[in-house]
């Protein structure tokens, strides 16, 4: 059971490049999502799925997009990285219920120069 | 409207002493679920606890105890006897209606040995 995984760990990408984070979990949750993590800024939502085929915005859906093809696979695109999305983006994903925790992968450290 | 006010930045403290995180969170549901997260210098971040808003009763695990008081909205976090092990961000997050998760800013606690 290795929970939350993210791939990569660490990337860097020019200006104008694209590149896909892949999140996946082997505990069949529901609900996953994708966070961004700034200096200062906390963790702030870029976009989430409820279920499989189904996702939606959060707050910082710009510049970016997702898609869940498989319940256990969650996919965040940057179609043209900019020096703005530098961070470090953090998945989660939790059971069905505003009761339920949210359980986070490790992280991907992202650099665009 | 921000709904999870972090008020302290960063706070120092020397080890053994005790310390105390701020959270204030705004919501007009009536059930709703409060979190702490630790994230330590490794980056992961790590689940601590979990709160219904019908729950007041305060807890302690170990060294670790959460104050929830509904009158003031706030969920407060102490650390007793603090150790270097304790340096950390810490966030308390907010889940009511809707799928989101809503977090503090974060604490950055520094424990000096």
């Known amino acids: 059971n290795a929970g939350v995984t993210q791939t990569p760990k660490f990337r860097v990408l020019k200006t104008g490049q694209s590149m896909t984070l892949l999140c996946a979990q082997d505990?069949?949750?529901?609900?996953m999502y994708w966070y961004r993590q700034d200096p200062g800024m906390g963790l702030r939502l870029i976009h989430y799925?409820?279920?499989?085929?189904?996702?939606a915005k959060g707050e910082v859906p710009d510049g970016y997009n997702v898609s869940r093809l498989k319940k256990q696979n969650f996919l965040l695109g940057l179609e043209s990285a900019a020096p703005s999305q530098t961070s470090v983006y953090f998945c989660?994903?939790?059971?069905?219920?505003?009761?339920?925790?949210?359980?986070f992968g490790p992280g991907t450290r992202l650099l665009v120069l | 409207a921000q709904k999870v006010t972090q008020a302290q930045t960063e706070i120092s403290v020397v080890e053994k002493e005790d310390v105390t995180l701020d959270c204030v969170y705004e919501?007009?549901?009536?059930?709703?679920?409060l979190f702490w997260y630790k994230q330590p210098p490794s980056g992961e971040l790590v689940f601590l606890i979990r709160?219904?808003?019908?729950?007041?009763q305060n807890e302690i695990s170990g060294r670790y105890s959460w104050n929830f008081q509904k009158s003031t909205s706030s969920f407060n976090f102490t650390i007793t006897a603090s150790q270097v092990v304790d340096s950390a961000v810490y966030f308390c997050?907010?889940?009511?209606?809707?799928?989101?998760?809503?977090f503090g800013t974060g604490t950055s606690l520094t424990v000096i040995p």
């Open positions: 989660a994903s939790r059971l069905y219920g505003q009761q339920e925790t949210q359980y």
């Open positions: 505990m069949n949750h529901e609900y």
């Open positions: 799925s409820v279920g499989e085929g189904t996702t």
């Open positions: 919501t007009r549901d009536t059930t709703y679920y």
């Open positions: 709160r219904n808003s019908f729950d007041e």
């Open positions: 997050a907010l889940s009511f209606t809707g799928n989101q998760f809503y």
